[in-house]
C-alpha cells in the first residue's frame, strides 16, 4: 500500500491510508534499517492513576447512608 509523504512545518509527515488507521492519540516510531515502525503507544500505569483520579473526582459528592453493623451468630461455639 502506498501513502503520500508532505512537509508539515519543519517536519515530514505521512498520511496513513483509511485502512491503516490507529485509534490512539499517539504512536511510537521506530527506525531498524532503512524501515520505519510505527507502533500505538499502550497507556501505562500512570495513565491508569489519572483515569482513576477523574473517576473518584466524578463520585466525590456522591452520598449514600451507611448501614449498622448486622449482629450475626460466632463461628466460636
Known amino acids: ?3 503520500k509523504v508532505f ?3 519543519n517536519s515530514q509527515a505521512v498520511r496513513l491510508p483509511k485502512a491503516l488507521r490507529f485509534d490512539v ?4 516510531i ?6 520505519l515502525i510505527i ?13 482513576l483520579s477523574e473517576l473518584h473526582d466524578a463520585f466525590k459528592d456522591f452520598e449514600r ?7 450475626r451468630e460466632s463461628f466460636d461455639d
Open 1 to 3: 500500500m502506498l501513502a
Open 7 to 9: 512537509q508539515s512545518g
Open 25 to 28: 492519540n499517539e504512536v511510537e
Open 30 to 35: 521506530t527506525k531498524e534499517g532503512d524501515n
Open 39 to 51: 507502533k500505538p503507544v499502550k497507556p501505562n500505569l500512570t495513565d491508569a492513576f489519572y483515569a
Open 65 to 71: 447512608d451507611d448501614m449498622p453493623p448486622v449482629e
